[in-house]
């Protein structure tokens, strides 16, 4: 009788410990998965910045800019701010040199929720252009949250 009990007890005691094994390698492997998917966010939202800066800034791809405008982004650029926003580059002339961004990707809550900000001083021939955007990926697509464009200031 005593063999009997001490051996289903070590039948338990091994099927907590394969549990167990079974519970942390799942663990594991969702961990795996959510930070392979950050750094894959962060790789996309980088390129998505460097593509929407090269662009809006000197391809000046209206439709781009248009199509990629957050709701709020939208109200702030009706069509007609949009039209005004693309003269006041096309008035630089074609950028002279490569465009260089930089900005880094953060995250809302760790792991989901990107954005990020990212700056480029574009070269003109007269003078030099800085451009700020604002990005963001709530669902589905990279957006642009907020765009600027500022000159130089004359001398």
């Known amino acids: 009788m005593k063999k009997l009990k001490l051996n289903s007890r070590s ?27 950050k750094q894959e966010m962060t790789k996309e939202g980088k390129e998505f910045a460097r593509e929407a800066i090269q662009r809006i800034a000197v391809q000046h791809d209206q439709n781009f800019f248009a199509s ?8 702030n650029y009706p069509p007609s701010a949009q039209q005004e926003f693309f003269l006041d580059i096309a008035k630089l002339g074609t950028p002279v040199g490569p465009v260089d961004v930089q900005g880094d990707m953060e995250f809302q809550s760790q792991f989901f929720e990107p954005h990020g900000n990212f700056h480029a001083r574009i070269n003109y021939p007269a003078k030099f252009a800085d451009v700020n955007i604002a990005i963001s990926h709530p669902v589905g697509r990279w957006q642009l949250d907020e765009v600027t464009f500022i000159p130089e200031k004359e001398r």
């Open 68 to 75: 990629h405008l957050s709701p709020q982004a939208r109200m």
């Open 11 to 37: 039948k338990s005691s091994g099927q907590v410990i394969v549990l167990l094994i079974i519970v942390l390698g799942l663990i594991g492997v969702g961990f795996w998965w959510l930070l392979s998917n």
